[in-house]
């Protein structure tokens, strides 16, 4: 089973966090236009950091734990 997402660090659990208190329902397209700017400017660095937080974005507006819990 291939993972829902690689967080690279804590820092991208706080932007996320972050992206949600600013932007609440739009925070994902927030996320996304980000990483579509970096792609631009040819940063795929930038570019797969943003994607990464674009998905936990989604993860953690749903209401339910994904996967196994423990």
């Known amino acids: ?3 829902l997402l690689y967080l690279g ?3 991208e659990v706080a932007d996320a966090a972050e992206l949600i208190r600013k ?8 996320a996304a236009a980000r990483a579509d700017k970096s792609r631009d400017l ?3 660095i930038h570019f797969c950091r943003w994607r990464q937080i674009e998905r ?5 507006s749903i209401p339910r ?3 196994t819990v423990h």
Not at 56 to 60: E, G, I, K, N, S
């Open 1 to 3: 089973m291939e993972p």
């Open 9 to 11: 660090d804590r820092a």
């Open 23 to 30: 932007f609440g329902e739009a925070a994902g397209y927030e």
């Open 42 to 44: 040819g940063n795929h």
């Open 56 to 60: 936990l974005v989604v993860l953690m």
């Open 65 to 67: 734990a994904i996967g």
